[in-house]
Each structure stands twice: as structure tokens, then as C-alpha cells.
């Protein structure tokens, strides 16, 4: 009761508190949620475009480290063919075929030729830990000296030779291993090895084995941001670089690697921290790189720039409240004045004007009120004449209405009167003029089927091949699914009428009348093979789509076409009405757009007064 009593009462203050007072109130509010709401957008759209940017800056990076590390790879594995072409080279390997029981070491004549062979590839290659022709019977052939590999005792049984075997003198990328000829057994490296086989035998040799220190990669990663962790792993996922032991990421996220493939960098959480993960792999290699950066690096800028957004909205509130108390005062009378003016047009005075000198928010909105008040007097008052207009047109059409049921049974005796003379062709002119009688005067509905719209041109048609003869020819090109579409009343004829008068009488023709349904929209066309219109006439017609206006000849006053297209937009609006296209002596054709209604959706009621 107490917190009810408590609500009630600090609304009572808040309401009796002065209006300029509550106006600097609700500015500083509004100024507070308008702030906050700007800095959070800009605050999450510049986090989102950080991001974005790291992302993509991550990706070329990435695809970067693959193909320089692709292109030294290229060169290793060239250097792993060049046995082939030195005879020398191959008959010492063919020299060291069957495997022996006694230690038997080379000679020293083939240790030093193959020793200047390899050194050869290594001048100026620190990344290179050393380059390795193994025999098949054991024997090792080496740029390093007898202290650091040994010269004998090759290990066949090593997982590494199997994979070398199994690629059948394809080359290969061995991940970080520690092969056991060298006499220090922490000695880890990365290798390119290949099968060497007798190129015309195809017995296999040896093998040639390229060992990579990691230093290799850390001088293609020296340009990279030291807050990235960057992995490279073979195509089995096995790891190239780092070592194993300074490894980030686990065997879980190896195990779905593919994910990665889908897509090319995702946010994964690992050991409670959130990476950006970046994933690249070389279609030569199968050499697979990730780039893993935390998101807090990704966001040092976004929350420098929170915590400029935050203050410069304090500074902002602050800067609202003074210069509230300054500007309120001319503020509130201009709202006086516009509130004075807005009740004396409520009472119905219309001949209201306000002046503010200032051309700020209030000023234009007090511009904005004359217009408006300007244009109900001018809307009311024409309102009132196009009712005034309305009336006398219903009156000057029920002084010049005949009667049609007189119409009706005069052209009836008219019909029965020909019958019974035989003359069956006045006969069917008489019904056709009456039925077009009938459809023109019934006001019961001003939107019409297709099918009974046509049905009028039919009869329309037939009046005038009484005049005409068989010159005249109509053809419908229309599917009886669109027979029920619901059209505006007479929009038709004045075109067939048009082709008729102005295309084919004289001469004769043929009238085609098309119904298409294209998205939604109803395409009625009328087109003739008449006499056509020159270039400048038809530009004329269109003119007067545009306009409304027409220049009347001396049989027509020329305003069917604009009505009916004038009637079109009215109903449905802007983009709907008819469109010409004519060349002389080659025809002309009207195209009617409409959308398609039916019975029971349709937006236009039948009997809404086209």
C-alpha cells in the first residue's frame, strides 16, 4: 500500500513540476537512451568490422605462410628427382643393392663423390639439416660427417620408409620425426622424401631424404603478429610445425578438421580461451596451416573505443543539460505558439498562420503546419467542388437517360420483325447491338470477368462485320484459366474500336487479342495488322499517356486511350496501365497491365465506381 502511495505521489511531483523543467528532463533522457543506443551500434559495428578485417587480413596471411612454404617445398622436391639424371649417382646406388651381416662401410671414393653431389643443393641453406642417399643395403650417404649421422645401420622397419615405399616415387612430406640415423636421438625434423628407381629397370635404388629444421618456418612466420599461434600439419594431420610439445591445440580438434574445410575460419574455445581460427590448405601439398588468435587481441581496439564512446556520452549529457537551460525559454514559447494556432484550427478556423523566426526543428515544423493547414483548405475546398462537379454530371445523365427497357423492346420488335422477313443477318446485328446495349447501360458493377468483357468485343465485332464483310478478322489467343479474372468494365473496346477506325477500315485486317499472366500480372494485348502510326505519332500518343491531354481528330476526341489508362493507375496504381508500340504500315499494339484478381481476393470491389 505504502509503494502504491509512494508511485502515485512521485508521479504527482514529476507532473506538477514546470514544463520547461520536464522538457530538459525528457531531452536528457532522450540524449541518454539515444547515446547509449548510438554507442552500442557503433561499439558492435566496429567490433564486427575489427573482426571481419582480422578475419581477412588472417586469411590472406594464412594463405600466404601456405604458398611460400608450397614454393620451397616445390624446390625440395625437385632436388629429390636430380639422382635420376647423374649416372654417377645411380651406379654407386646400384653398387650398394643386397644388405650384408658384416659392417662394411663404403668406400671412400663414392663417400666423397656423393658428399660433393649433395653439398652442392645445401650452399647457403641453414635450413636444410641435411640431405641423405639411402642404399638398399643399408649404407648412408650424407653431406654430414660420421659424427653427427651414421654410415651405416639404415632402418627399413621405420614408419616414415613405409610411407616413401607406399608412395612408389611420388614425393613425400614426412611430419616432424626422429629418424634414427642420427647419433644425437633428440634431433627432430620435418622431410621430403622419394623413392629413387632404376629409370629403366624400375628397380627401386634407395631413397633420397631431405631433413627441414623448424627453422625453415620461423623465418617464413617472422612477419606474422607474435599473438598469433600458427600450426602446419601434413595432410594426415600430423604436425610439421611447432613441435609436438609446444602444441596448442588437441587431438579434438584435429579429429574435426573437416569442419574447417566448410569453413575457413570459425571462433573455437580452448582451455577457457576464445581463438579465432584461421584455416588454409594447399591443394599441391595437402600442407594444412592454422592460425590461432585470441579474440581479446582481435578486440584491444574495440574496447579503447568503448570506453571513448562511454565518456564522450557523459560529456554529451552534461553539454545537453546546460545548454537545455539556455535554449529551453524560446523553445517552449514557439510550441505555445504552434499549440494556440493547432486549437483554433481544431475549432474549424482554417485561416491560421504561425511565424517563428528560427529556422531550427520548431521553425521547420512550423512551416511544415502552414503547409499542412494550406493544403486541407485547398483539399477541403476541392472536395466540395468535385462534389459540386459530381452532382451536375448525375443530373445531366438522368436528363439525357432514355429509358432502356424502351431501348430493350424496340430493338426486340425490331429483331422479331426481321425473323419473320427473313433477313437473318439484320437480325443478328439487332441482338448483338442489344446485348452491347445491355452491358453498357447496367451499372450494377464497373469490374467485369474477362470472359464477359469479351464477350461484349464479340458482340462488338460482329456489329462490325456487317460493315466490313469478311475482311475483318478476330482471333483470341487467350487460356480459359484467365477467363475468370476480374478487369475494370470497357476497358477493351475503345482499342479494338481504335484498330478498327484507324488500322484496318478500307483496307481489312486482323485483330488479335492476347491474355498473359506474368508474376502476378495480367497482360491484355491488342494488336492489329493495319496501316500503323509514323514515329513522331506514336511519340505523340505517348505523350499523352503521360499528360492526359490529346488532340481530338474529326471523328474522335482522342481521350479513350489516357481515360483507360488514367483509369488503370487510379485502381491500382502507378505501375499499372497500357503501353504502345507501332511502326507504319506494320501494325500497332496496345499492351493493358493490370494485376490478377479474382472473386472472393480481389482488392477492387465489383462495384467500386471506375
Not at 613441435?243 to 579429429?255: F, H, Q, R, V
Amino acid at each position: 500500500m505504502e509503494l502504491v502511495t509512494m508511485k502515485q505521489n512521485l508521479k504527482k511531483s514529476l507532473l506538477s513540476l514546470p514544463y520547461r523543467v520536464k522538457l530538459i528532463l525528457i531531452f536528457s533522457l532522450l540524449i541518454l537512451v539515444t547515446s547509449t543506443l548510438l554507442g552500442s551500434i557503433t561499439y558492435y559495428q566496429f567490433a564486427k568490422s575489427s573482426q571481419e578485417r582480422t578475419e581477412e587480413y588472417q586469411i590472406q596471411l594464412a594463405d600466404q605462410i601456405t604458398r611460400n612454404l608450397d614454393r620451397y617445398l616445390k624446390e625440395m622436391q625437385i632436388i629429390s628427382l636430380s639422382p635420376l639424371y647423374n649416372q654417377e649417382v645411380m651406379d654407386i646406388l646400384h653398387n650398394h643393392q643386397t644388405p650384408s651381416e658384416k659392417t662394411m662401410f663404403p668406400p671412400a671414393n663414392e663417400r666423397i663423390t656423393l658428399w660433393r653431389y649433395i653439398s652442392s643443393f645445401i650452399h647457403m641453406r641453414n635450413e636444410i639439416k641435411g640431405i641423405h642417399l639411402m642404399a638398399n643395403d643399408g649404407t648412408i650417404f650424407s653431406n654430414l660427417d660420421s659424427n653427427t649421422v651414421m654410415l651405416k645401420v639404415f632402418d627399413t622397419n621405420n614408419e616414415w620408409v613405409g610411407k616413401i615405399k607406399q608412395a612408389d616415387g611420388e614425393w613425400v612430406l614426412l611430419p616432424l620425426h626422429q629418424p634414427s640415423y642420427y647419433l644425437r636421438k633428440d634431433v627432430t625434423v620435418f622431410s621430403v622424401a622419394r623413392l629413387i628407381r632404376d629409370p629403366y629397370t624400375y628397380q627401386p635404388l634407395g631413397i633420397i631424404k631431405i631433413d627441414l629444421k623448424q627453422d625453415l618456418i620461423q623465418d617464413i612466420l617472422s612477419k606474422t603478429n607474435g599473438a598469433n599461434r600458427i600450426f602446419i600439419l601434413n595432410k594426415e594431420n600430423q604436425f610439421i610445425y611447432p613441435n609436438k610439445e609446444d602444441k596448442l591445440i588437441g587431438d579434438s580438434i584435429l579429429a574435426e578438421m573437416n569442419m574447417f574445410k566448410e569453413n575457413n575460419h570459425l571462433t573455437v574455445p580452448i582451455d577457457g580461451v576464445n581463438y579465432l581460427v584461421v584455416y588454409n590448405e594447399s591443394p599441391y601439398s595437402g600442407v594444412k596451416t592454422l592460425m590461432l588468435t585470441p579474440s581479446a587481441v582481435i578486440l584491444t581496439e574495440v574496447n579503447h573505443l568503448r570506453k571513448v564512446v562511454i565518456l564522450v556520452m557523459f560529456i554529451g549529457i552534461f553539454i545537453s543539460l546546460v545548454l537545455g537551460f539556455i535554449l529551453s525559454k524560446p523553445l517552449v514559447e514557439s510550441i505555445h505558439t504552434l499549440r494556440r494556432a493547432m486549437e483554433n484550427v481544431r475549432k474549424g478556423n482554417l485561416n491560421q498562420s504561425v511565424s517563428i523566426p528560427s529556422n531550427d526543428e520548431i521553425g521547420q515544423l512550423g512551416k511544415g503546419f502552414n503547409h499542412m493547414v494550406n493544403e486541407i483548405d485547398r483539399l477541403v475546398s476541392e472536395v466540395y467542388k468535385t462534389g459540386l462537379r459530381e452532382k451536375e454530371a448525375e443530373i445531366k445523365a438522368l436528363q439525357s437517360q432514355m429509358n432502356p427497357h424502351f431501348l430493350y423492346n424496340t430493338l426486340e420488335t425490331i429483331n422479331m420483325l426481321a425473323i419473320t422477313k427473313g433477313n437473318l443477318e439484320v437480325s443478328d446485328m439487332v441482338s448483338s447491338l442489344g446485348r452491347l446495349l445491355r452491358y453498357t447501360v447496367d451499372n450494377s458493377s464497373k469490374i467485369v470477368t474477362l470472359k464477359e468483357e469479351l464477350a461484349f468485343i464479340q458482340s462488338y465485332i460482329a456489329i462490325q462485320r456487317v460493315r466490313m464483310g469478311e475482311d475483318l478478322q478476330y482471333v483470341e489467343e487467350i487460356d480459359s484459366s484467365l477467363h475468370d479474372v476480374l478487369i475494370p468494365k470497357l476497358v477493351l473496346q475503345p482499342f479494338v474500336e481504335n484498330a478498327i477506325l484507324h488500322g484496318l477500315f478500307g483496307q481489312g485486317g486482323r485483330i488479335v487479342m492476347k491474355a498473359l499472366s506474368k508474376k502476378q500480372t495480367l497482360e491484355i494485348v491488342i494488336q492489329d495488322n493495319g496501316r500503323g502510326v509514323s514515329a513522331e505519332k506514336l511519340a505523340e500518343l505517348k505523350q499523352s499517356l503521360a499528360t492526359g491531354q490529346t488532340q481530338p481528330t474529326e471523328n474522335h476526341n482522342g481521350i479513350a486511350i489516357p481515360n483507360v489508362h488514367e483509369r488503370l493507375q487510379l485502381l491500382y496504381g502507378k505501375q499499372y496501365g497500357i503501353e504502345m508500340e507501332s511502326q507504319e504500315r506494320a501494325g500497332f499494339s496496345v499492351t493493358l497491365n493490370m494485376p490478377i484478381q479474382r472473386k472472393g481476393n480481389e482488392g477492387v470491389e465489383r462495384g467500386i465506381n471506375c
